[in-house]
Structures are given as structure tokens and as C-alpha cells.
């Protein structure tokens, strides 16, 4: 199983990025899928996060600028980024928590990263 994240980029303030993750692989199903960033110096911090039934979950400073969503049928999880500012810049992380045999138990999966960087 392989998480691929894409649409990292350079923005001005203000601007959007769009960023995609798709799963691929013996996949059986997928439980929640989230966001997760890390600034230089700081740890990874928890973005957004949807459930497989479409609920979402969004860390304060995002909340009313980023949105998170997800299409099953395509095992890809998207986050819409607006308004962003310097501080949002990062290396963003798509996790997803995977059972690839009915008969197991999740596991938790990562995507390489995708920068974001947002700067004048």
C-alpha cells in the first residue's frame, strides 16, 4: 500500500493550493484520513481529518480556511487551502489508517510529504 501526495507548491499570501493524496494497493477499505504538517523546528501537528463517512475535524488555526475531503471511490483524500499565510508553511503529510484483509486490523500509513510554501 502507497500513499501519494501532489499540489505542494510556492503561493503568495493569500492565495490557495489544492493538495491530493491517493491510496493504491490491496486495499480492503480506509477509515480516516487526515493532514498533518511540520514546520522546520516544530513537530508534526494535525490539520484535518475526515472519517470514512464524511465527518470532519479541523485544527483551530484552520478552521474557515482549509477544507478537507475525500472521494472513496478513488481511495484520494483532498485538502483546499485558502487564505494562507507565511505560518502555514510546511511539509504536509497525508495519513490513513488502511485494512487491507477483512480479517485484520488497520494500519496506519503515511505519504512522503509535499512542500507548501507560502512567501512573497
Known amino acids: 500500500v502507497q500513499l501519494q501526495a501532489s499540489g505542494g507548491g510556492l503561493v503568495q499570501p493569500g492565495g490557495s493550493l489544492r493538495l491530493s493524496c491517493a491510496a493504491s494497493?490491496?486495499?480492503?477499505?480506509?477509515?480516516?484520513m487526515a493532514w498533518y504538517r511540520q514546520a522546520p523546528g516544530k513537530q508534526r501537528e494535525l490539520v484535518a481529518i475526515?472519517?470514512?463517512?464524511?465527518?470532519?475535524n479541523y485544527a483551530g488555526s484552520m478552521k474557515g480556511r482549509f477544507t478537507i475531503s475525500r472521494d472513496n471511490a478513488k481511495n484520494t483524500v483532498y485538502l483546499q487551502m485558502n487564505s494562507l499565510m507565511p505560518e502555514d508553511t510546511a511539509v504536509y503529510y497525508c495519513?490513513?489508517?488502511?485494512?487491507?484483509?477483512?480479517?485484520?486490523?488497520?494500519?496506519?500509513?503515511w505519504g512522503q510529504g509535499t512542500q507548501v510554501t507560502v512567501s512573497s
Open positions: 475526515i472519517t470514512s463517512g464524511g465527518s470532519t
Open positions: 494497493g490491496s486495499i480492503f477499505s480506509i477509515d480516516d
Open positions: 495519513y490513513a489508517a488502511i485494512t487491507i484483509n477483512r480479517y485484520l486490523s488497520s494500519y496506519d500509513y
